[in-house]
């Protein structure tokens, strides 16, 4: 995969965030933190906003890393992209 593309990764912390990668990036990060489909393959996006979009359909905020917080609109968490 040639270019930029992001993939939701479960932190050290336990949270989920989006990651900007490159193909050689993926030796930087754990294998089995990466978000997966049903049938085990890592999900990724060519669009961050596209990421982004799907980060608010799958997670609450508090499953979120603290940099994402930003894409959440209100305290009762509607899932409204603002960015």
């Known amino acids: ?5 992001y ?3 479960k932190t050290d912390k336990g ?3 989006i990651v900007c990668m490159q193909w050689f990036d ?3 990060y ?3 933190n990466f978000v997966r489909d049903i049938n085990g393959n ?3 996006w060519t669009d961050e906003r596209d990421a982004k ?3 608010l359909e799958w997670f609450k905020k508090k499953e ?7 894409i959440y609109f209100d305290k009762d968490e509607k899932n409204t992209l603002t960015k």
Do not use: P, T
């Open 53 to 55: 979009k799907q980060l």
């Open 26 to 28: 993926e030796y930087d």
């Open 64 to 70: 979120v890393d603290e940099e994402h917080h930003d």
């Open 7 to 9: 993939r939701m990764y």
């Open 15 to 17: 949270s989920i965030a």
């Open 1 to 5: 995969m040639d270019g930029l593309y």
């Open 42 to 44: 890592r999900y990724f």
């Open 30 to 32: 754990h294998e089995e």
